[in-house]
């Protein structure tokens, strides 16, 4: 090929942790050889136009919606949002034409759904012909988290059939496409993080002094948006009770979003999760012990912050955050059980105990807790993990092969 492979990017958000994953993989990608674009359903903030500005030669909103099933919301609540997305984008007719239209108009070689929620990337691909990637980033099947209507064997067989290869974040993931022996085009890449990033003075301490945190302190983090109501913070605040009374110079802290009420009742759960863990962490005596740290853009410098990562969630597609805290050199304690698992090596990079445990989190963290050495040496181990098994650079060297590949064999 002549001229750089332009690549369509299908985003399901302006934001978030799998948009994240893609921005940072365009700031690798050899422009010589790669011509980025972005479609996304929502307008961005400014700080994330700027980001879609500097990595893309261009990108434009879209109107598309996303074809899972609102399983945490009534039937009524579902068939309003149902209705409301059908008619923004006119039964996906608008989204089809606007795509197709950007297609031709960019000369698009390849088109990379970053979801397995969106599916007009894939429907656009096959109206014009083009290969497409799709990569699943959730865990999705009838049991799991994020379901469809359609039933795992032709769930499975959509996936594959409107795609040239489905790119899975973990073996955790690729296990609805395992159960049915469709494997021939499933390919695993993890996820991966700019390493360089977290190196150097990080100026962790910074963000300890704004939430109070002593230097002689231990501060326990968990890193999880609160809108993300699957994430089990509760589990994280029942730990910390378990903690609290005997370990004096401990303090704990969730780092994440905190939603706001919406004037729409639909949209108010996570609002009303999180005033529920705000009333747990009170009941159970946490006051002064306990910090609600909001978000931080500058992720390395909130690992820094911390002394231990705990992450309590046991559907957890990947966890970027397990690779990012061993990146800045801390210990991770998660559960024996989705994508965690396959990062965190059980003691040595941190510890994986039985999930929804809080008596095994708590032993486990305690252990980091009152070993400065042992803390210190999983920290080192995880860095060197995060180096060799989870960089950018290793991500990038997949995602381009695929590239290459599919591009090949449609020659």
Same mark, same amino acid.
């Given at each position: 090929?002549?001229?750089?492979?332009?690549?369509?990017?299908?985003?399901?958000?302006?934001?978030?942790?799998?948009?994240?994953?893609?921005?940072?993989?365009?700031?690798?990608?050899?422009?010589?050889?790669?011509?980025?674009?972005?479609?996304?359903?929502?307008?961005?903030?400014?700080?994330?136009?700027?980001?879609?500005?500097?990595?893309?030669?261009?990108?434009?909103?879209?109107?598309?919606?996303?074809?899972?099933?609102?399983?945490?919301?009534?039937?009524?609540?579902?068939?309003?949002?149902?209705?409301?997305?059908?008619?923004?984008?006119?039964?996906?007719?608008?989204?089809?034409?606007?795509?197709?239209?950007?297609?031709?108009?960019?000369?698009?070689?390849?088109?990379?759904?970053?979801?397995?929620?969106?599916?007009?990337?894939?429907?656009?691909?096959?109206?014009?012909?083009?290969?497409?990637?799709?990569?699943?980033?959730?865990?999705?099947?009838?049991?799991?988290?994020?379901?469809?209507?359609?039933?795992?064997?032709?769930?499975?067989? %959509?996936?594959?059939?409107?795609?040239?290869?489905?790119?899975?974040?973990?073996?955790?993931?690729?296990?609805?496409?395992?159960?049915?022996?469709?494997?021939?085009?499933?390919?695993?890449?993890?996820?991966?993080?700019?390493?360089?990033?977290?190196?150097?003075?990080?100026?962790?301490?910074?963000?300890?002094?704004?939430?109070?945190?002593?230097?002689?302190?231990?501060? %326990?983090?968990?890193?999880?948006?609160?809108?993300?109501?699957?994430?089990?913070?509760?589990?994280?605040?029942?730990?910390?009770?378990?903690?609290?009374?005997?370990?004096?110079?401990?303090?704990?802290?969730?780092?994440?979003?905190?939603?706001?009420?919406?004037?729409?009742?639909?949209?108010?759960?996570?609002?009303?999760?999180?005033?529920?863990?705000?009333?747990?962490?009170?009941?159970?005596?946490?006051?002064?012990?306990?910090?609600?740290?909001?978000?931080?853009?500058?992720?390395?410098?909130?690992?820094?912050?911390?002394?231990?990562?705990?992450?309590?969630?046991?559907?957890?597609?990947?966890?970027?955050?397990?690779?990012?805290?061993?990146?800045?050199?801390?210990?991770?304690?998660?559960?024996?059980?989705?994508?965690?698992?396959?990062?965190?090596?059980?003691? +040595?990079?941190?510890?994986?105990?039985?999930?929804?445990?809080?008596?095994?989190?708590?032993?486990?963290?305690?252990?980091?807790?009152?070993?400065?050495?042992?803390?210190?040496?999983?920290?080192?181990?995880?860095?060197?993990?995060?180096?060799?098994?989870?960089?950018?650079? +290793?991500?990038?060297?997949?995602?381009?092969?695929?590239?290459?590949? %599919?591009?090949?064999?449609?020659?």
């Amino acid at each position: 090929m002549s001229h750089p492979i332009r690549v369509l990017y299908v985003l399901n958000s302006p934001g978030g942790g799998a948009t994240q994953g893609i921005l940072e993989l365009l700031s690798c990608l050899p422009p010589r050889s790669y011509e980025a674009y972005a479609v996304i359903p929502g307008a961005p903030d400014e700080f994330q136009r700027q980001n879609l500005a500097k990595l893309t030669s261009d990108f434009r909103v879209v109107p598309m919606a996303w074809w899972n099933r609102k399983v945490n919301l009534s039937g009524w609540n579902r068939l309003q949002l149902w209705t409301a997305a059908n008619l923004r984008t006119a039964g996906r007719l608008r989204s089809m034409l606007q795509l197709v239209r950007l297609i031709h108009a960019w000369k698009i070689d390849i088109i990379y759904t970053n979801t397995a929620m969106m599916l007009d990337g894939a429907l656009a691909a096959r109206l014009t012909g083009r290969p497409h990637l799709w990569h699943i980033k959730e865990w999705v099947g009838e049991q799991a988290r994020t379901r469809f209507l359609l039933p795992d064997p032709i769930l499975a067989k %959509v996936f594959m059939a409107l795609s040239d290869r489905v790119i899975v974040m973990s073996r955790f993931i690729g296990q609805l496409f395992e159960r049915q022996s469709l494997t021939d085009r499933l390919v695993l890449v993890n996820d991966g993080v700019d390493t360089r990033r977290f190196s150097g003075d990080l100026k962790g301490q910074e963000i300890r002094r704004s939430l109070g945190v002593r230097e002689d302190e231990i501060l %326990v983090g968990m890193a999880a948006s609160l809108s993300s109501t699957w994430k089990k913070h509760s589990l994280f605040v029942e730990m910390a009770a378990e903690l609290v009374p005997s370990l004096p110079r401990v303090r704990f802290a969730i780092f994440g979003s905190e939603p706001a009420r919406h004037s729409n009742p639909i949209y108010n759960q996570p609002w009303e999760y999180f005033e529920r863990l705000k009333r747990q962490a009170q009941e159970l005596g946490l006051d002064g012990r306990f910090i609600w740290a909001g978000f931080w853009q500058n992720i390395p410098q909130m690992m820094d912050a911390v002394d231990v990562l705990v992450h309590t969630c046991d559907i957890e597609p990947f966890g970027r955050v397990a690779i990012e805290a061993m990146a800045a050199g801390r210990p991770v304690v998660g559960p024996r059980k989705g994508g965690i698992s396959e990062s965190v090596v059980d003691g +040595q990079t941190g510890f994986l105990v039985p999930a929804g445990n809080a008596g095994a989190f708590s032993r486990a963290t305690a252990q980091l807790i009152v070993d400065d050495h042992l803390r210190a040496k999983m920290g080192e181990a995880g860095r060197v993990r995060a180096a060799t098994c989870f960089s950018i650079d +290793q991500h990038v060297r997949q995602i381009s092969a695929l590239y290459n590949e %599919v591009i090949g064999a449609r020659a």
